[in-house]
């Protein structure tokens, strides 16, 4: 046994390979030894197959080999980095080993190591749930390594290796990369069983264990040390068992209900004779109204076949006449379409051989006029060149002339340098003209730019006007809702100002604007409920007649009078600065905007000049503010704090804490008039800033114009220089070809070698005229023999069209008759479908309430095959069934139901009845396998022989 007692000498070593072990607390080494069945992941590649000698067992008996172990022992344990293990080595004996040691020394964590490398859940400890959490502390990876006593003297050794991160696992079997999988088949064929608390029990699952039933535990004490043919005899037996009273309960229920079923049924037996015999006549009836439909349907159908025979004979009549009258006319058209495109497609061949042959023969007349004309040209250059010597002299006698007038003309146009001064004069003039242009287009963007904003800055004011006036409407939409009579006021004193002296105010939350949610909560507690909807006169005479007005038209309103000239800082308690540390912030008369007289309103009514508002802050420094003797009034968010001395006695004070009024919104935020009446007053600077921008605007336009006509004035004149420098030059040119032209003209020409050369032109031409000549005549001769033909086509087309019409008009009149058949077959078409629908409907309710079967129709033959014979047979059976008494539905229903229900419950018991003997024969048998073998294995002497050898070494252990 490997331990660290003094017994260690006499059992096999537990090595650490010399490295020193270090000693931790139960509750440490616990922490660490904690896994996860799901958390572990099986990184194990399968080779071949490793448990090659367990391959031929299913369940291997618990034989002892030679060496005293018994298969499936555990022969060696190696540890390495494995919870508080470097690196050990364990070999257990063949028989009871014990671990003994203090907490904290590694005993569990062996326990650990068995359950984890025989492929244990980690779930099964009861510990860490996370595989990599059994990895020493400061390692990446450890592994167990277990040997197993095997089958025919060859052991088996798992290695299990775990990987920290990741919560990886690999496994070897005798040293071979395997699965999970292999490793759980190979311990479950040596019956080890990890996850049964009688054959593996970590101390943490003790309380499992012990909450387990004697039934339970017998059944778990088979699987750890019987054989499995015990437990699965046990399991059959009990499940055999369970069936046997299941079975026996219900043969004793079911004879009871067959009993009470039976008496039940013999007392209303005459009755339901007579609903029987009641039941057959309405069924005879039934059939007879059956037969009556089927009949129904026998009288259209019949109809439907005489009216088919009619309509395919008429088909057959129309299909006929189309094969002998339509499709040979129809046959005889399509031939004489085929002849007729022949016709034309001949005719337009013609036409285009004759087109080709015209355009051909046009070409080559072209071609001929062009020839007369080249002829012509020359004759004229031969009598021009005749004439042209006389022609030079009085030419060249012109162009003197001409010539004269150039050189007068040069003289008139200034030089090119009086010229090019100017224009350098007029470009300088022109660079400060645009100068001053683009200084005045800068001008203009930046004043556009200006104007930019001033219209964007205008539009920004009116759409905050709108918005307050919006914000306006909807307070006064609210008020109309909320009080009818304070709106109806507003109203008349809005249409009758020219009846007062000055402006009436009101109501005064109207005008009233608080932008923060909380203050106008503060203010609407501090007012009273009247004195929202008030009005404020400037005047007493104008209280007084708004007063009077208003009661005339049986207005309900307040009007109150006041000048706006109050002074509330003088009546200030205190200086508010003074308790911003305690989440005061503002005077109530301070958090809102309003005209100064609807303020002094609401100061001398409401005293909200004297009453401090705070934010959430004042609520903690509440009692600190309560202390202060000046402050008589405040508001925090939850709570309205007020204090009252008492004029009697010691004057006492008092203080009240009431929660702020439920909001109502009437000092919601609206439209401030100030705010209005300013943003009206920066719209209307805006506006005439606007005006002053627009002037400055035009002036530059018209400034621009200017500079813009100086300018086009300079380009003008500097356009008309360029043009007389344009001229001069043009003119000296013209001079210098006059002289060329003159110098040429008094030189003699050849005239005698230019003639012969034209001749030999003239030669040339007459010769490709004459051939041209001749193609034009074969040409023309073609052309006559296509129009001949021509006329023979046309011919022959006038007959084929003639030919065509006539059939047509034959075939028109036979699609009439046609047509006119096939209206028939139509109409005849429409008549048979009616019918064929009566029919079928016919068939259909005699299908859907009376569907024929082989028993109906044999009733059938029994009854009348006249409809009239049918409806008397129909009203007897009707009168004789109304003649007996129709009973309880109920009762006959109940009556038949018990019935079925007796022969089904007797079926039943006597199937019951067999297999109940089977059950029990079965349960004899398998009770015969169990017991014997149970027997043996649980009497004392055999379950105690196997601890003889270990009980004195188990007391000294005990002892120590």
């Known amino acids: ?201 970590p101390q943490d699952r003790v309380v499992n264990f012990a909450s387990l039933s004697a039934q339970d535990l017998l059944k778990e004490t088979e699987k750890a040390v019987g054989s499995m043919v015990m437990h699965d005899n046990h399991m059959r037996l009990v499940e055999l068992r369970t069936k046997e009273k299941s079975a026996a309960t219900t043969e004793d229920s079911h004879e009871k209900h067959l009993n009470y079923l039976k008496q039940h049924n013999k007392a209303i037996e005459r009755d339901v004779q007579r609903y029987n015999e009641r039941k057959r006549l309405l069924e005879t009836a039934a059939n007879l109204k059956s037969k009556r439909l089927w009949m129904i349907f026998d009288e259209q159908r019949v109809k439907a076949v005489e009216l088919k025979d009619q309509l395919e004979a008429v088909k057959e009549e129309t299909k006929q006449f189309e094969q002998e009258k339509i499709i040979p006319i129809r046959n005889k058209m399509d031939n004489a379409k085929v002849k007729l495109e022949s016709i034309e497609k001949k005719k337009s061949e013609n036409a285009h051989k004759s087109k080709s042959l015209d355009e051909e023969r046009q070409r080559k007349a072209d071609s001929t006029e062009t020839l007369d004309a080249e002829e012509e040209r020359i004759n004229n250059e031969m009598r021009s060149l005749r004439d042209r010597a006389d022609d030079r002299k009085r030419q060249a006698q012109r162009e003197m002339v001409e010539l004269d007038k150039l050189k007068k003309e040069l003289e008139d146009i200034p030089d090119n340098d009086a010229i090019q001064s100017r224009m350098s004069e007029l470009s300088q003039e022109l660079r400060i003209k645009s100068g001053q242009r683009q200084d005045i287009q800068r001008k203009h963007m930046e004043l556009q730019d200006r104007i930019k904003d001033a219209r964007l800055e205008e539009a920004r004011c009116r759409d905050r006007i709108k918005q307050l006036d919006d914000r306006q409407r909807q307070k006064v939409e609210s008020l109309k809702l909320n009080d009818r009579g304070a709106y109806t006021a507003m109203e008349w004193l809005k249409n009758n100002k020219h009846m007062f002296e000055h402006e009436i105010y009101g109501p005064l939350c109207i005008l009233v604007n608080v932008e923060d949610p909380l203050h106008a909560r503060y203010l609407e507690h501090q007012c009273p409920k009247w004195l929202p909807p008030s009005f404020v006169a400037q005047s007493a005479t104008d209280r007084d007649n708004a007063l009077m007005e208003l009661a005339k038209l049986k207005i309900k309103a307040n009007v109150l009078f006041y000048h706006g000239h109050f002074d509330p800082e003088s009546q200030r308690p205190m200086d508010i600065s003074h308790l911003h540390r305690m989440g005061i912030t503002h005077w109530l008369d301070k958090t809102f905007d309003c005209p100064p007289v609807v303020l002094e309103a609401l100061q001398r009514n409401a005293g909200i000049h004297r009453v401090a508002v705070g934010n959430r802050d004042s609520i903690r420094h509440a009692g600190e503010l309560i202390e202060i003797k000046q402050l008589s009034t405040f508001l925090t968010p939850e709570l309205a704090y007020s204090k009252t001395t008492s004029h009697y006695g010691n004057k006492s004070t008092t203080t009240s804490m009431n929660p702020l009024k439920k909001p109502n919104g009437i000092f919601g935020s609206s439209g401030n008039a100030n705010e209005k009446e300013e943003t009206l007053n920066h719209l209307r600077s805006i506006e005439a800033h606007l005006e002053t921008l627009n002037a400055e605007y035009a002036q530059l336009k018209s400034e621009e114009r200017d500079v813009g006509t100086e300018e086009s004035r300079i380009k003008g004149e500097r356009d008309r220089l360029q043009l007389q420098m344009k001229k001069r030059e043009a003119t000296m040119r013209k001079i210098a070809t006059k002289e060329q032209t003159i110098q040429d003209l008094n030189t003699d020409e050849d005239t005698q070698a230019e003639e012969e050369r034209l001749n030999a032109k003239l030669r040339t031409l007459s010769n490709r005229r004459y051939k041209l000549i001749l193609e034009i005549k074969d040409i023309m001769t073609k052309l006559v023999t296509i129009a001949m033909q021509q006329n023979f086509i046309i011919v022959a087309r006038l007959d084929m069209l003639n030919q065509h019409s006539k059939l047509h008009n034959q075939n028109h009149a036979a699609e009439q008759e046609f047509r006119a058949m096939r209206t028939k077959v139509n109409d005849l078409q429409l008549v048979y479908e009616e019918v064929g629908m009566a029919a079928r409907a016919a068939k259909e309710k005699a299908q859907k309430e009376a569907p024929m079967t082989p028993e109906l129709k044999a009733i059938f033959e029994e009854f009348p095959d006249e409809l009239e014979e049918i409806e008397e047979a129909i009203n007897e059976a009707q009168a004789k069934a109304d003649l007996n008494h129709s009973g309880n539905n109920t009762v006959i229903e109940q009556y038949e139901k018990r019935k079925k229900e007796i022969e089904e419950l007797e079926e039943k018991m006597a199937t019951s009845t067999e297999s109940l003997n089977r059950l029990k024969a079965e349960i004899e048998s398998v009770k015969s396998a169990w017991l014997p073998p149970l027997s043996a294995l649980v009497r004392p002497e055999e379950f105690a022989s196997g601890w003889k050898e270990e009980l004195p070494l188990i007391l000294d252990l005990l002892h120590r």
């Open 1 to 201: 046994a490997g331990s660290s007692s003094e017994s260690e000498e006499e059992a096999r070593p537990i090595t650490n390979n010399g490295k020193k072990r270090r000693v931790i607390s139960d509750d440490e080494a616990d922490s660490e030894d904690e896994g996860k069945e799901n958390g572990e992941k099986d990184d194990g590649k399968e080779e071949a197959s490793s448990d090659d000698d367990l391959s031929a067992y299913s369940i291997i008996e618990h034989t002892v080999a030679e060496n005293g172990y018994i298969v499936g022992s555990i022969y060696r344990v190696k540890l390495v980095n494995f919870v508080t293990y470097d690196d050990c080595e364990l070999f257990p004996g063949p028989r009871l080993n014990v671990v003994i040691g203090p907490n904290g020394s590694g005993k569990s964590s062996i326990v650990c190591a068995l359950a984890l490398g025989l492929a244990g859940a980690t779930s099964v400890l009861g510990r860490a749930k996370d595989i990599g959490d059994y990895v020493k502390h400061g390692k990446k990876k450890g592994y167990t390594e277990i040997e197993l006593i095997g089958p025919n003297g060859k052991n088996i050794v798992i290695k299990h290796e775990i990987i920290k991160d990741g919560n990886k696992s690999t496994w070897l079997l005798n040293g071979k990369n395997t699965t999970k999988a292999k490793v759980t088949d190979a311990i479950k064929k040596l019956n080890i069983q990890i996850d049964n608390l009688c054959q593996f029990l």
